[in-house]
């Protein structure tokens, strides 16, 4: 809704008093925005649930219901409570403010409202109901179900923590002849396919997609929501990508359509994990050795002629009922020390 | 009483921030709304109506603190939070004094209007 934070939001006026609804009305205006109004707090919520606001500015003593009984309301609708509102009132007494506070309400400015303040305040709230919106967004389109939850418990700060987890690495093998071999519509249509199966497996045993990057994703198990059992996760995930794969080329075949190859590298450990980037644009992802091993052991399933390879640590934590072979020792490219890999 | 009915400092500063000429829309509708507040005072008074009695003190509170009428302004505070008990026991002045201070209010502002 806030398309550019400060200016142009829809906002609501809530107010019994005609003088204080024409007056604010007139003031939000002359800032840039779009202002509905309405006369009681029956009214109000009616027009929430009826249209989205990005912003309400509430009266306090009104007729039918009080801005307090509002704030409740809001409240307890899980549809409404991220709407942030404003308290305008010329209530008199510290107490009444923090009563506001605590049901919710954002911020609190006393009538008659001064001009300045009235902008700075809209302007940050906005701002916070931008970012909220951002991240609601964010996690939608790169997290599961239950971690979207978890954020939304434990709240978006930048900066990392040190996990135990697994990180999966997977492309399209030969994807650039590909690409060349087919007009830039097609290979879209097949990047986006790709992505799409690549994201259904991921998900269904629990990972998120940290990042994506031409042909390229990295995905990570067990954060933000920790995984029992992470290993198995990647594990079982790399071969349901394997399988949805077999499964497009069969039908890329009788489109006579050229099929396509995976290389999948997994590596599992401790690594730190958290929000990078900045307030205004921020990525979920993990870093350290562990990261880099995975990223290095999927480069290294062209040369192994494998489509999925994993780590020591990975293998080891797997149940005896998935079979791996051991490759023995092998020298990854960037890497000084031979390490144990496994083909799954 | 030297202070003036209307702060002139306050309403100068709605006339910049909301423009003239909608400051005299306001005080239009000021001077349309208030008759039947005030009416609806005494009404909730006569009732017993406290709540409907604080409400409506306090939103005439409210539109004087808007355009500056100090005096009105702090007349219908003391109303919002002294209730109706000491008006009872001031036989009902304090709401003849309100509506005589809306008086001067309406013909204040009018003038300024014009101006």
Known sequence: ?344 | MTSPTIDRATFDELKDTAGAEFAVELVDTFLAEAPAMLAELRRAYGAGDADAFRRTAHSLKSNGNTFGARAFAAMAKDLELGGMTPVQAASGKPLDALASEYARVASALTELQRG
């Open chain 1, 1 to 344: 809704m806030a398309e550019v934070a400060g200016r142009g939001a829809r906002l609501l006026v809530v107010d019994d008093n005609k003088v204080n609804r024409l007056l604010l009305t007139r003031s939000l205006e002359l800032l840039g925005h779009r202002v509905a109004v309405a006369e009681n707090g029956r009214a109000a919520l009616e027009a929430m649930r009826r249209e989205p606001f990005d912003l309400v500015l509430l009266d306090i003593e009104m007729p039918e219901m009080d801005g307090f009984q509002v704030l409740e309301q809001i409240r307890g609708d899980l549809a409404l409570r991220d709407v942030p509102v404003i308290v305008t009132s010329s209530l008199e007494g510290l107490e009444n403010v923090v009563r506001c506070i605590e049901l919710g309400a954002e911020d609190y400015l006393t009538k008659p409202v001064n001009g300045v303040l009235l902008k700075a305040r809209i302007g940050a709230s906005l701002e916070k109901k931008r970012l909220r919106d951002q991240q609601k967004e964010l996690v939608r389109r790169f997290a599961t179900p239950e971690v979207a939850q978890d954020l939304q418990r434990s709240g978006f700060a930048l900066g990392g923590k040190r996990i135990h987890a697994s990180v999966l690495f997977a492309d399209i093998r030969g994807f650039t002849p590909l690409a060349e071999a087919q007009p830039p519509e097609e290979t879209i249509e097949l990047l986006n396919t790709w992505y799409t199966l690549m994201f259904d497996a991921i998900g269904s045993h629990g990972g998120i997609v940290s990042q994506i990057a031409g042909d390229g994703l990295m995905a990570i198990f067990g954060a933000p929501v920790a995984l029992d059992n992470h290993c198995e996760s990647a594990v079982a995930a790399a071969r349901e990508m394997v399988d949805l794969i077999e499964l497009f080329n069969a039908e890329q075949a009788s489109a006579r359509k050229p099929a396509i190859r995976i290389g999948v590298g997994i590596a599992s450990g401790e690594m730190i994990a958290g929000y990078t980037g900045t307030s205004e644009r921020a990525t979920y992802t993990c870093i350290g050795d562990v990261v880099n091993l995975a990223a290095r052991l999927e480069q290294h399933t062209k040369e192994a002629k494998r489509t999925i390879l994993i780590d020591a640590a990975t293998r080891g934590a797997l149940p005896a009922t998935f079979s791996a072979d051991a490759l023995g020792a092998t020298t990854l490219r960037g890497k000084t020390q031979a390490v144990d890999v496994f083909a799954a």
